[in-house]
């Protein structure tokens, strides 16, 4: 599986971005992965922001971006989103997008990551 992130960018404090992510590969079939954004900042740990099921209709986030952000997909695209609003100066962080297939418990495919940065 080949994920291709997008949208990232730089945005004042209480502004609004949309990531994308597109998907692809010869096994990739869109309702039998779930996708998902993990973000990163230099030095510390990859965590977890949210993620989708296959279907599109079970979705979890970080405690630090419920109400906030909102992931969704498009399987027609093979497409996943994440809506970010309100930003804050501490949502800057390098975002990848990742999958699993439905029946495994832990994200395997990453993409290349694109850099989201938040003034003050």
């Known amino acids: 599986v080949q994920l291709q992130a997008s949208g990232g960018g730089l945005v004042q404090a209480g502004g609004s971005l949309r990531l994308s992510c597109a998907a692809s590969?010869?096994?990739?079939?869109?309702?039998?992965?779930?996708m998902g954004w993990f973000r990163q900042v230099p030095g510390k740990e990859r965590d977890f922001v949210a993620d989708i099921s296959g279907s599109g209709r079970t979705t979890s986030y970080g405690d630090s971006v419920k109400g906030r952000f909102t992931i969704s997909r498009d399987n027609a695209k093979n497409t996943v989103y994440l809506q970010m609003n309100n930003l804050k100066p501490e949502d800057t962080a390098v975002y990848y997008c990742?999958?699993?297939?439905?029946?495994?418990?832990?994200?395997?495919?990453w993409g290349q990551g694109t850099l989201v940065t938040v003034s003050s």
């Open positions: 990742t999958s699993r297939r439905a029946t495994m418990a832990n994200f395997d495919s």
């Open positions: 590969g010869r096994t990739f079939s869109s309702y039998a992965y779930a």
